[in-house]
């Protein structure tokens, strides 16, 4: 497995892969190995959540920067200090990218290691791979979960400096991963070729989605390099009617009550077929609210 992941990403240090049990427990392991209670950790909001809820498990001093109005990342992070760094790239919840450059000037001002969080990457034409070369305090971590449809069976992979890779592996436990896991991984990269043409539908789908909606007056669908559309409301007080009036029809969407979410709702991008019903489906609804 590690073999073919180096194949697949075009490595060619052995040293530099570390395999987990899923996304969770390599952000498990890197806590273990790099924070003691006390320690700051950046993270950004709206993002995954997960960052935020281990490290408050290990008492780190959390440091959380919002992002700005486009959810881009904000001048302010180029000054800020700690020991590590949480970017997910695209970005949950709007499925945003953030460019080589940007990443790159985190890892040169920030004082300690950067993870960038790549579990959507196989729906974008941007990954921050090439950087590894030059950023010797840059984690990228990948998962089997989303494109690869594996989730349940827990196994995802990080890619780093070979002496981050080395600290990695003193302290995960020795088998962390399971033989049957491990055989899907390896058919997944050896069959990633249709993999990577359904990726390829769903992208088409996504501009397809995304167009579409674009053409209903009152709502706004943001770009997305994920398997999902972020759509803003801009009366929010519409946003529950569309969620509660979808669900009737047996559409399920995810609507966000937090703060600076109340207008969005987040979209999956499904097949052509499922997709089609949706649009019908949100034009009847629309013509009611919109």
């Known amino acids: 497995l590690n073999v073919l992941l180096r194949d697949k990403d075009t490595l060619t240090n052995r040293n530099s892969v570390f395999i987990g049990n899923g996304s969770d427990e390599i952000f498990d392991v890197i806590f273990k190995t790099f924070i003691d209670p006390g320690d700051e950790v950046v993270i950004f909001y709206p993002s995954y959540g997960f960052y935020k809820t281990i490290a408050s498990l290990y008492n780190a001093k959390i440091t959380e920067i919002r992002l700005t109005d486009d959810f881009s990342i904000p001048d302010s992070t180029f000054t800020a200090k700690g020991k590590l760094m949480f970017v997910n790239s695209p970005n ?39 950087l590894l070369k030059k950023a010797k305090n840059l984690i990228i971590n990948r998962s089997f979960s989303k494109s690869f449809s594996l989730a349940s069976l827990r196994i995802g992979y990080a890619l780093a400096d070979s002496e981050i890779i080395k600290e990695l592996n003193r302290v995960k436990l020795p088998y962390n991963t399971n033989y049957i896991a491990q055989v899907a991984a390896i058919s997944s990269i050896k069959h990633r070729d249709k993999i990577f043409e359904r990726n390829k539908k769903i992208i088409e789908e996504r501009v397809r989605l995304t167009e579409e909606l674009n053409k209903f007056n009152g709502i706004s669908v943001l770009p997305s390099d994920a398997n999902f559309i972020f759509v803003k409301f801009e009366d929010k007080t519409k946003t529950l009617k569309f969620v509660w009036d979808l669900k009737e029809f047996k559409i399920l969407v995810r609507h966000f009550s937090k703060p600076g979410l109340y207008h969005y709702i987040r979209v999956t991008v499904g097949t052509k077929e499922d997709n089609n019903k949706f649009l019908a489906t949100f034009a009847k609804i629309a013509s009611k609210y919109l």
Do not use: W
């Not at 990218?97 to 290691?113: D, M, R, V």
């Open 92 to 130: 949950n919840p709007n499925g945003k990218s953030y460019g080589n450059a940007t990443i790159l000037k985190l890892c040169g001002s920030f004082p300690g290691i950067v993870v960038v969080d790549e579990a959507y990457a196989d729906f974008s034409r941007q990954t921050c791979l090439s």
